[in-house]
């Protein structure tokens, strides 16, 4: 069920604010069942064959996490993570492995025809957060339903943000309706909910359509002019930010409403003046899951420069490999793990960078290198470059007018979060954001509705 479908804000969305406040008001201690239950009945809406494997994953790391704390015993938090990436290795990436396999001559290479369940690898990485916390004697004990509504919460489940359970669990025993702030945290909720559809359905989306085709030719081998590439690299370039960010959003502004607060994910990415930066500012969860759970466990930088090397191109490539199982996104992850060591012994050499120079520098690596994330092939990735460089015709009809207010949005706007919480509470604002929802829903009533970028990782 998509956060931008009719069937998810007209229908799903007031039933379940209304089963959770009737819980809260009048039988307090269902409050998190029912959100349990809520949130397994919108992932089994996608596809309800994938629905026992949630539950199960739910249910075995819940009961290894009981094992351990009666036995002490930490090899069984590494079985735990290690069929927890077990399972999404074979979902996610059995086909890629294969595929690699078959290059070699004579060897078999049968494909695993099976569909990727919806945020694997989201579910995957909250569980092994929380297992290590807990063999680092961080993590306390939860009953089955806190543990269940951690992984399965639907605002997250699908696409994060990555949340750390000591982020989320103390809030799970408050009574939101009965907060001095509730009113203000619902009118947040709603406003963030608006401002992240805004983002995706009025200008992530429409962007797809000046991507795509040019992305589509250059797979089908066609030439791509140097207008096209720009164009069409310029457009994903902000797509992707739109739609994942809007995401966010949306996911922050529902969690509002039923009472918790997600951590953000987003701060300018695009303001960003180094590459570094750019990394503590860009799915800013995900960073923090691979600084503390792979970068400083591989050596980080208190092992000497050597190892920090490895360790950033390392997290780096398998970054790239999380976001997709394909050598483009190992591509895209091992060209960002160079970057960062690039700046590393940039920043050791105490050499000067203008903070002009920096934002350019950093602006034009990032969209380089979302052609490679974008590309079905490293063929099609070189038709891009060939005419981002100039290596094909000039070409002509750059669509200025659907990028340039998108740009000016991203790098110059604030984050929809800042401005939720720095707007006054005023009624000229409630009927605006309350046209802006309409707005939304009559062109999502007119246009096809896009998935998600993030739900194929």
Known sequence: MLFNSFAFLLAFLPLALALHWLAERFAPQWRLPVLVVLSFAFYGYWDWRFLPLLALSVGVNWLIAEAFLKTKSSGLITLAIALNLAVLAVFKYFNFFVGLAGMIPGLPAPKFDIALPLGISFFTFH????????????????????????????????????????????????RPYQRPDAAERIARGLMLLTFGLAKKVLIGDPLAEYANPVFAAAAAGKIVSFVEAWQATLAFTFQIYFDFSGYTDMALGLALLFGIVLPQNFEVPYRSQSIQDFWRRWHMTLSRFLRDYLYIPLGGSRSGLPTQVWALFATMALGGLWHGAGLTFVAWGVAHGLALIVALFWRRAGWPMPAPLGWLLTFLFVVLCWVLFRASTFEAALTIYKGLFGLAPIGTGFKWRALVPAAAFAIIGPTAWNLVHKLPPARWIAVLTGLLFVIILLKIGEDANYEFIYFQF
Not at 156 to 170: D, K, N, S, T
């Open 127 to 174: 569980h092994i957060m929380y297992l290590t916390d807990l063999r680092r004697g961080q993590a306390p004990r939860y009953d089955l339903v806190r543990y269940a509504l951690y992984i399965a919460f639907f605002p997250q489940v699908l696409a994060g943000p990555l949340v750390r359970w000591r982020e989320i669990m103390h809030q799970l025993d408050e």
